[in-house]
């Protein structure tokens, strides 16, 4: 059983498009995180939830909305892509009251050509 | 289960100190150990460590693995007020669904 689950895990679509990627997860957690990796920093937080309230809203271009219909997800949507999006997004979850260890995810391959 | 433990918990000290921050760990798989700063809002990273004995510096901020002794330090010369905050630990760990334990931070103060 995948504990954190994004779909899809690889998306090629052309500028300009308009792209969703879905999060799951099944630990019961409180706290959802939505993470962009490019090749140069390790991890950068982009949004995180906590019971679907906003939390936590990093700069990000107005075209990256969030939306968490309950607390076990948490979905991307990213409008007008641009060239600068390909990347792996990583979703991930937490519960808070236990010691908040993050649990990732496989990613999602993002291209945009 | 994984463990990171920071110390201290929080720190007080005047501009112009220099502070050690201190992270040990105990993860299955170890990858690599990440410090981050943490103001008002997400953390910020700040350094990736994987390879023991290593120095990583940035300006005033230096820090270091041992992955023998599973610890690490992150040093902060000259400390300034703007270096109050939490600095957080993080160590990732594990296979294909890897995963990140923050430690509970510590807390800096620096004081005029």
């Known amino acids: 059983d995948t504990a954190v689950s994004q779909t899809p895990k690889y998306l090629v679509t052309q500028m300009g498009n308009d792209k969703s990627i879905k999060c799951e997860q099944n630990?019961?957690?409180?706290?959802m995180y939505w993470y962009k990796q490019d090749s140069k920093k390790f991890l950068k937080i982009m949004f995180s939830?906590?019971?679907?309230?906003?939390?936590i809203n990093e700069t990000v271009p107005n075209r990256f909305s969030p939306k968490s219909p309950d607390k076990a997800h948490l979905n991307l949507h990213i409008n007008s892509l641009e060239l600068g999006d390909s990347a792996v997004y990583f979703c991930?979850?937490?519960?808070?009251?236990?010691?908040?260890?993050?649990?990732f995810g496989e990613g999602s391959w993002l291209t945009v050509v | 289960e994984d463990k990171v433990v920071q110390s201290p918990l929080s720190l007080v000290v005047h501009e112009g100190d220099t502070v050690t921050l201190n992270c040990s760990y105990e993860?299955?798989?170890?990858?690599?150990l990440l410090w981050y700063k943490q103001e008002k809002k997400a953390p910020t990273f700040l350094f990736m460590l994987?390879?023991?004995?290593i120095e990583k510096k940035s300006g005033r901020l230096s820090s270091i693995l041992d992955k023998k002794e599973l610890f690490s330090i992150l040093n902060i010369t000259a400390t300034q007020t703007g270096d109050s905050a939490i600095y957080l630990c993080?160590?990732?760990?594990?296979?294909?669904?890897?995963?990140?334990?923050f430690g509970k931070g510590t807390l800096l103060t620096v004081n005029p």
């Open positions: 993080a160590v990732v760990s594990g296979g294909s669904n890897y995963k990140l334990t």
């Open positions: 994987t390879s023991s004995g």
């Open positions: 939830y906590n019971n679907k309230e906003l939390i």
């Open positions: 991930a979850s937490s519960q808070v009251s236990s010691g908040n260890t993050i649990y």
């Open positions: 993860v299955t798989n170890f990858r690599s």
């Open positions: 630990l019961g957690h409180d706290t």
